[in-house]
């Protein structure tokens, strides 16, 4: 999602750090089918349609640059770590 290419992808399935959950079809990436029946549509559609795949694209840049950032990951590391001992009890 940080190239200059429109991201294609199936429903997300997994959540990562990432937030996969967050992203929008049609705002972040392209959705296609998860059997991939409908990529070439998709594709061409797409294709026809540069600006809707620019500010997609444009969108998906926004989403990465919020993970650029070295200090603030490293905190939320620390943070997510410290919960995951609270609330499992370990020490």
Known sequence: MSSN??????????????????????VHYAEVNADFSNLE???DYYLT???E??????????WVNQFRDRQKEAVIS??????????SQQR
């Open 5 to 26: 290419s429109l991201c294609l992808s199936p429903p997300m399935e997994y959540e990562t750090w990432f937030m996969e959950g967050q992203l929008i079809p049609g």
């Open 41 to 43: 549509a998709v594709i």
């Open 49 to 51: 349609h540069p600006h």
């Open 53 to 62: 795949a620019q500010a997609i694209i444009n969108n998906a840049h926004q």
């Open 78 to 87: 620390y943070l997510v770590a410290g919960k995951y001992f609270r609330l």
